[in-house]
Structures are given as C-alpha cells and as structure tokens.
C-alpha cells in the first residue's frame, strides 16, 4: 500500500519499514516472516479456534440442554454481543492510554475464566441458563478489550502498508478454522455433553497468552495524559473519536452500511440454531456441517479475494461483495416456506453468506487504518465497534421479538430485508464512481 504523501514513514513503520526492528520494508515479501506478527497471527488462530468451538456449543447447550425459547436465546445473543455497548467508547479511550500487549493478555486470561466456569457448573450439576447469560456478557466484555487492542497493535507490528495483507492473512486463517471446527465440534456433541467444549475454548485462549507474551511491539507505550484524570477530559477525548469516525467520509459510509448490515445479520444469527436445531430437529453433526460448509466457501473466497482486490480495487470489490449478501439470505428464510428442502437450501445460504462476508472483509481490510491517525486509532476502533457491534444485538432482540410474535420464519425474512438495505447506501454513494481508495483521503 502506498504511503502517504507528506511522510517516507508513519509511527508503527521504523526505517527498515516495519512494526518491530528489522522488519523487511520489501512490499513482497510475506507478513508471516515477520516475527511479531507471526506470534500475532498464532495466537489468533487458537483464539479463534475457541470462539468457533465456544459459538458451537451455545446453541446445542441452551436449546438442547436447558431447553431455551427463541426469546430466551436472542437475549443470550445479545449478552454475547453486549460489551460495545457497555464498555466500548472508554475503552477506546484506556488502550489508547496504555499498553496494548498486557490488554490482549489479560483479555484472554478473562475469556478463560468465563468458559472454563461453564463445564465446572456441569459437572457440578448446577449449570442454568442464568449462567450463559453471565458468560456470554463476560466473553462480550473480553472481547472489547481485545478486539480494540487487536486493531490497535497491527501497525506496531507490521508497517502500516502492509496491514491490509495481514489482515487478509487473519482473515484465512479464520475461515479455514471455522471450516474445520464446527464440523469436529458436531461429531464430539454425539459422544460428549456440549458443555465439555468449553474446556478447549478456555485451553485455546491459555495457548493464545502464552504467544502473546513473547511478542514485543515496537512504540506500544503507555500514552498517559499526565495528571488530568478528570471526567470532562475523559469525555472530551471519546468525543473526539466519535468525530474522527463521522467526520471521515469513507468511515462514514464502512459505519452506517456495516451497521445496517448487522442488525440484519443478528436476526438471522440468532435465530437460525432455533430454526435448525428445533424446529427442523436436525442432528448436531449436521448442524456442524451446515456452518462448516459456509466456512469452506468463506476460505476459497479468502483465498482469491486479495488477488481480485489488487486487480480490480478494493472499492469496486467491496460493492461486488455487498451486493451478493442480501441475495445469499434470501435462501433462509425460503427454507422456511419450503421445509422439505429446507437443508439444502441453509446449506446454500451458508456458502453464498461466507463467500460475501470473507469477500467483503478481505476488500476493506486496511482501509481504516489507512485513513485514521495513530493517535486515534483505539478511540475510532472503539467506536466503530460500538456503533457495528451494538447493531448485532439490537438485530438479535428484533428477531426474538419477531419470532414470539409471529414465527422464526418471519424473523428470518425480516433479516433479510435489513440486509438489503446497506447495498442500496453503498449504490448511492460518491464512492460507487472509484476503483480504489482516493489518495485524498488517506493520512
């Protein structure tokens, strides 16, 4: 990626052009050679590997197990989804303050806590559902905290140039691990409860802290702001990433269309285990590997995507993707209506909803790092995260509302509708005319 024009170097890029010392300024050359990253990149595949298991055995613990209403699984939906909207602004505003790497450290040592307490309960036979409830909003609250440090470390470890490509790197090794662990985790449920998952989600995120330690980012200091501690102060630099985030026209548009987006993808996330799992009745296994074929589609599409970005700009590929999402859920909620097909046609959206998603992510990976200024990269993080994350939530209590109401069907059709909404902003947009990211914009 180009840099910009008024610097040879931005923070987190040192003269070699790199995060750490050493890091080889060479656009060709592959990210995962770059030590740090490397351990980064590890450390998120055991992460991710645990979220993929913990997100599995939810659903198959509340409704199978506890035996959840559909409202009673959207409000664990949000709980899980909960910790933006409770902690995200200020949180934004501490890890711009402090050091990134002890914040990923600890986050984890929270995620393990809250999943190992889930298989404890279980064998202890007091597990309820008021307990998933405080899990899910502990592991919400984790994942502020390391989601925003996340963000906010990958231009310390890799030159900013290059965060597009390790982002595009994060992004595959996620989907291929989402390819592969719902699947196993299905198979495990037909012999082991699905609480017991939850022991490997708290393993993955012990092996994920002990990475994490031995990474050493160039500049992650603490950025203290000296003896004012006050509540307006505090405040006033929330607010001053609120107006970076609103005032920069392309995070404008990444917010409202991801925003719009979520609050269809929460319906229909929410209420899909329900529609799956009960109302169809399909086997655990089968569940598994209906998400994992979305997961494989989503790998082939990571696979591919970066090279069609350079081709044909990240602009240009961002409306493609978008454009494919509404059209992938419509087979939800036909599955719906048309019941005796309804697994193929799950499996269907599944695949086209992974490819649009990966897609989608792979095109605008780096694109805010490359418009925001360092030193409001936690506080614009934040509060992109709240406005994005807060959505999903909010899409997952409409579609229990929805679903008490009417049925899941209805709900799954709503979700739809929602998701058609961001493409029609990205249609109207000055930004349809570009290939790729207006050099004017960048700082």
Known sequence: MPLTPSADTAPGDSASGGGTSGTPADDSVEVLTIPDFKRLWTANAFRYAAAEVASFALPVTALLLLDASPLTMSL???????GFLLVGLPAGVWIDRWRKKPVLIWADVAYMVAFGSVPAAYFL??????QLFVVALAVSLAAVFF?????????????RRRVSDGNARLQSSETAIQAVSPSVAGVVTQHVAAPLLYCFAAVGHLASLLVLRRIHPENDIARGRGGDKTGSRFRHEIADGVRVLLRQPLLRLLLSQAALNNVGAGIILSMLPVFLLKEIGVPTWLYGLLTTLGALAGFTASLFAPRLRRRFGEIRMTLVFSALAPFAVLAAPLAGVFREAAVPLIALAQ?????AIVGRAVSTAG???RVT???YLGRVTAAYSVAIQGATPLGALIGGLIAGLWSTSAALWAGAVAMAVPLVLLLLSPLRRHRRLPAEWEV
Do not use: E, K, M, W
């Open 76 to 82: 664990i939906f949000v709980c899980s989804r909960a």
């Open 125 to 130: 036979d007091v597990l309820t559902l008021t």
């Open 147 to 159: 989601d925003v440090a996340h963000n906010s470390v990958l231009p310390y470890v890799l030159p």
């Open 351 to 355: 695949v086209l909803i992974g490819v």
């Open 367 to 369: 694109l805010r790092a």
């Open 373 to 375: 200024p360092d030193q």
